[in-house]
T-cell receptor
C-alpha cells in the first residue's frame, strides 16, 4: 500500500529565510509525487509534480523539489520565503494517471517577520 | 476559466439530520473526486467518477453516505443521518484525460461541515 509521511507538523521560518519541507513515501512501483499547498479556507493548489526524468523539479511560486529514490524522499524547498507562503503543505503519492492520490498529514508553515 | 465550484461553503447541522453537498467541476473535466479532510489531516478519497460512473467508491461509508453524478457533470454527496464524527471539510476535485499522464486534479474550496 502506498503511504506518505510528513514528519514536521509545524514549521516556523523567518521571512527571507530558506525553507525545506520533508516528505517520505512508500510505494511499490515508480512513484508519481506531488506537492500541494492549501491556504486557509481554500482548496488545494498544485505546486509541482514528479513523474520521471530530472530529479529536481521546478514548480510555481519559486518552489522546487528533489526526488531521491535511495532515501524515498521528495523534499520541497524554497530559497527565500515570503509572508504569503504561510499555508498548509501536503505531499502526495499516486499511481500513473493520478487517479488515486494518497496524501500526507501536512506541514503547517508559519512565517515570522 | 472558472474553477471547481462547491456549495455550500459552510454547513452546521444537528446530528441525525441529513445534509448534501454540491460540486460543479471545471467544464470538460470528465473525472470528479470527493475527498474527506479531517482536521489536521490530509484529504482522503471517498469516491471517484469517470463521467457518470463511480469507478472507485471503496472508501465511501455506504451505510450513511451516497453520491451521484447525473449526466456526468455536477455531483452531489449526501450524508443521512449525519454523526458527530462527520464534522470535517468535504473537498471536490476534477481532472481531465486531455492533460495526459499528469492528469492534474483541480480542487474546489471545500464545504466545512459541523455536526452538533
Amino acid at each position: 500500500a502506498q503511504s506518505v509521511t510528513q514528519p514536521d507538523i509545524h514549521i516556523t521560518v523567518s521571512e527571507g529565510a530558506s525553507l525545506e519541507l520533508r516528505c517520505n513515501y512508500s510505494y511499490g512501483a515508480t512513484p508519481y509525487l506531488f506537492w500541494y499547498v492549501q491556504s486557509p479556507g481554500q482548496g488545494l493548489q498544485l505546486l509541482l509534480k514528479y513523474f520521471s526524468g530530472d530529479t529536481l523539479v521546478q514548480g510555481i511560486k519559486g518552489f522546487e523539489a528533489e526526488f531521491k529514490r535511495s532515501q524515498s524522499s521528495f523534499n520541497l524547498r524554497k530559497p527565500s520565503v515570503h509572508w504569503s507562503d504561510a499555508a498548509e503543505y501536503f505531499c502526495a503519492v499516486g499511481p500513473f494517471g493520478n487517479e488515486k492520490l494518497t496524501f500526507g498529514t501536512g506541514t503547517r508553515l508559519t512565517i515570522i517577520p | 476559466e472558472a474553477g471547481v465550484v462547491q456549495s455550500p461553503r459552510y454547513k452546521i447541522i444537528e446530528k441525525k439530520q441529513p445534509v448534501a453537498f454540491w460540486c460543479n467541476p471545471i467544464s470538460g473535466h470528465n473525472t470528479l473526486y470527493w475527498y474527506l479532510q479531517n482536521l489536521g489531516q490530509g484529504p482522503e478519497l471517498l469516491i471517484r467518477y469517470e463521467n457518470e460512473e463511480a469507478v472507485d467508491d471503496s472508501q465511501l461509508p455506504k451505510d450513511r453516505f451516497s453520491a451521484e453524478r447525473l449526466k456526468g457533470v455536477d455531483s452531489t454527496l449526501k450524508i443521512q443521518p449525519a454523526e458527530l464524527g462527520d464534522s470535517a471539510v468535504y473537498l471536490c476535485a476534477s481532472s481531465s484525460e486531455t492533460s495526459g499522464s499528469s492528469r492534474e486534479q483541480f480542487f474546489g474550496p471545500g464545504t466545512r461541515l459541523t455536526v452538533l
